[in-house]
């Protein structure tokens, strides 16, 4: 792009005279380019809106008589029309336009400026040749406004981006403060947001990286809220059961260590995005695997209930379970499983024996030398209920030390 401010010499070629050769035509020219802007930038054509009619009448009014000044005076500056079409292009940013009308608006009015100006040739002063500078001209200043345009446009789209994002920001916040805040509260930020309020939401919680910049994170649609800037990044999926929800999430977050919580009211979010951060813990721990991708809460709540209370439920562990420290080691371990896996069928010594990939002889060892350390126990269903519990705990818990 050629700037006006180095263009001098096509300035200073053309004679100062044509100003005031063009200067009585203007406002028949203006009035031709404004109607042939209306005419084919439907964007434009608001014949309702007086104000916005002459935001155009003027802007296009101001150009025009700026262009005629640079005629007369080659040293002219071009600041205050710059800056004029600067905020032209930021406000096309925020009315959330794209920059496309605008740039056929300028070179509608360019083609009529031409038009007008071929017409007029032949008059003294105006030869073929002044004709093909002035035609340059009107393009360097095109280029000009068309980059003021599109400076202030990207400008205005930054802010205005930057803008939503931090309400976005603040709206999470709102909904995963525990307790939330009012549906009111919410319902207004998620208005100046532009996000619709779902019935249902689950939340996810990602790990922690440290120095992570935001535009490496995962690409997400714009209705799913994230917040790369929290100490425990989460984002929330608006209704998560929804079709093609799950394998847009799962794709999203491929590579990343990622828990997202259960299905729940929008205003229990705070509920699913701790459950969440318990399942990714668990996760980082190797107590849950992330074999299968996204660790899905719904798939493991037994697991997160046990584990829910972890002191409580070592003491329960140790308790229900004490009869199995006066073992070995390896023997203890052989019988523990076995009770579990008895517990788990239904107390079939056959199908234990199938599962365990043992002899049913020596599962029934095994089982009698189960009732002699346990006792009344397992003929009481809370007491077997709770034998199953502290076995599964054992089992969850082996990654963090012996059992």
Known sequence: M?????????WHALPAELA???????????????????????????PLDASYTGAISRAVRHSVDQFIERLANPEASF?????????????????????DPLQNALRLGARVAWRWLCAAAGQPGLDLHVLGSIGEAIFIYLDELAAACATGYQ??????????????RRLLDLIVVDPPASREAIADVAKAAGWALPGRVALAALEERPGLEVAVGPLLPLEVLIDWTRR??????????????AALIDQALTGWSAALGPAVPLSRASASLRWAREALALGLRGVIDFRGGVIRCDEHMSTLLILSDEELTRALRAARLAPLDQLRPAQRDRLAETLLVWLQHGGNANEVATL????????????????????????????????????????????????
């Open 2 to 10: 050629r700037e006006l401010t180095e263009s001098s010499d096509v």
């Open 155 to 168: 400008e205005a789209r930054a802010q205005v981006a930057g803008e939503r994002e931090r309400r976005r």
């Open 20 to 46: 005031a050769l063009l200067r009585p035509q203007l406002d028949q020219a203006v009035a031709e380019m404004i109607d042939a802007i209306q005419l084919g930038v439907p964007e434009y054509a608001r």
């Open 356 to 403: 365990m990939h043992v002899h049913p002889q020596t599962v029934r060892y095994r089982l009698r030398q189960i009732d002699e350390l346990f006792g009344g126990e397992l003929r009481d269903p809370d007491g077997r209920f709770e034998l199953e519990i502290a076995l599964r705990a054992r089992q969850l818990l082996e990654a963090n030390g012996p059992g």
């Open 232 to 245: 425990e990044p989460c984002l929330l999926v608006p209704d998560p059961d929804g079709p093609g929800r």
């Open 79 to 99: 600041e205050a029309i710059v800056a004029e079409f600067r905020t032209i292009g930021a406000v096309e940013a925020h009315e959330g336009r794209s920059l």
